[in-house]
């Protein structure tokens, strides 16, 4: 839910949470000037940490969000280290920031560490302190690094000192309800902002689901293709199998005969033509995970498309093997079967 407003108070902010609190069915409502996974970023800022050199007086870029008390609550985004924000720091502008776990590790070490600790946008602009670390959130999508962010507060003191002070004006509400997504629902949504002013305008009302469902989509297609190309390969091994085995069986079907003739088991005969085909898949796996490995860094693209899986994962690998042997055994399991049913007098007369 959009508010665009460019004269929106942090005040009508918060009368709009305390309305869409008194929801039936609602557990927590937060906001935010932008949320994850949607790829909207509200900007980047110099940070500064205090006791860190900066050569040339320029520090890095962070991407920063301003965000409500409640909101990480709302969210289920995990405080690592500290708190959230309070309501009185809010209206009070009290110097207090919020930060990532990835930007705290960065620059301190460990969240824990971060706590107490001051950061600032410009050389100019007043130190603020840590009170908390988050999680880190994958702001654009979990295909792309989640970024370090600094977490302002939804009214905090401006760059230029305590007289002035940043608000967010287009703000994204987050709300928590086992009735998220029903038509009813929504309504009393509209209603509840409405209520307090006719002229908000709510737009964009949808589920975290449809966003992470909206950012995935792109990856789910192409992992749907892949998936696609990976199951015409196993087809297509299984059929080199079973055409190579086949065509050892015919080539050595007189010395399948002599084997019977001598007293050979036929069970043997197709454990001997099933290890043939095993040996050439034993073969094909060993190579295929030594490359694997090899070129596993170049292969690191396509690993980001599965969010926590790398190339070179051991239980991947092991499960792709085990399949391949699958798909041998199966592909030999017919020519096998041919060869152990081979008539001895038959064998012997035939070229």
């Known amino acids: 839910m959009k508010i665009g407003n460019p004269?929106?108070?942090?005040?009508?902010?918060?009368?709009?949470?305390?309305?869409?609190?008194?929801i039936p069915g609602v557990t927590s409502v937060g906001f935010a000037g932008a949320m994850p996974m949607e790829g909207?970023?509200?900007?980047?800022?110099?940070?500064?940490?205090?006791?860190?050199s900066y050569p040339g007086e320029t520090a890095p870029?962070?991407?920063?969000?301003?965000?409500?008390?409640?909101?990480?609550?709302t969210a289920k985004t995990r405080i690592v280290a500290g708190r959230e924000f309070t309501w009185p720091e809010v209206y009070n502008r009290l110097p207090v920031v919020i930060v990532s776990e990835n930007l705290a590790r960065e620059l301190w070490g460990s969240p824990t560490a971060a706590i107490g600790k001051r950061i600032r946008r410009w050389n100019s602009s007043p130190w603020t302190e840590v009170i908390g670390v988050v999680q880190n959130i994958y702001q654009n999508g979990v295909q792309e690094t989640a970024p370090t962010i600094v977490y302002w507060p939804a009214m905090a003191v401006g760059y230029w000192g305590p007289g002035t002070f940043d608000a967010t004006r287009s703000a994204i509400f987050i709300v928590?309800?086992?009735r998220a997504g029903t038509e009813s629902f929504?309504?009393?949504?509209?209603?509840?902002?409405?209520?307090?002013?006719?002229?908000?305008?709510?737009a964009s009302?949808?589920?975290?689901?449809?966003?992470?469902?909206?950012?995935?989509a792109r990856t789910s297609f192409t992992?749907?293709?892949?998936?696609?190309?990976?199951?015409?390969?196993?087809?297509l091994g299984f059929v080199g199998i079973y055409g190579v085995i086949s065509y050892a069986v015919s080539q050595r079907t007189r010395e399948i005969g002599i084997r019977l003739a001598l007293g050979a088991e036929r069970a043997k005969i197709s454990r001997m033509v099933i290890g043939q085909g095993l040996r050439l898949a034993l073969a094909g796996v060993v190579v295929g995970a030594v490359a694997t490995v090899v070129l596993g860094r170049s292969l690191s693209s396509f690993s980001q498309l599965l969010y926590g899986v790398r190339v070179t994962n051991p239980a991947i690998l092991?499960?792709?093997?085990?399949?391949?042997?699958i798909v041998a055994v199966v592909a030999c399991y017919l020519p096998a079967r041919r060869a152990a049913s081979v008539e001895p007098m038959k064998a012997l007369r035939s070229e």
């Open 205 to 216: 009302m949808r589920t975290m689901q449809d966003i992470y469902g909206q950012s995935l």
């Open 186 to 202: 929504l309504s009393e949504l509209r209603q509840a902002v409405w209520s307090l002013n006719s002229n908000v305008a709510v």
């Open 61 to 73: 870029l962070r991407l920063f969000n301003h965000v409500s008390p409640g909101f990480f609550r």
């Open 7 to 22: 004269q929106m108070t942090t005040r009508l902010q918060n009368d709009i949470i305390d309305k869409v609190a008194a």
């Open 223 to 235: 992992l749907v293709m892949l998936g696609i190309a990976g199951a015409m390969a196993l087809v």
């Open 318 to 325: 092991a499960a792709v093997s085990f399949a391949v042997v």
């Open 176 to 178: 928590r309800s086992d």
């Open 40 to 52: 909207i970023e509200i900007g980047w800022d110099d940070i500064f940490a205090e006791g860190k």
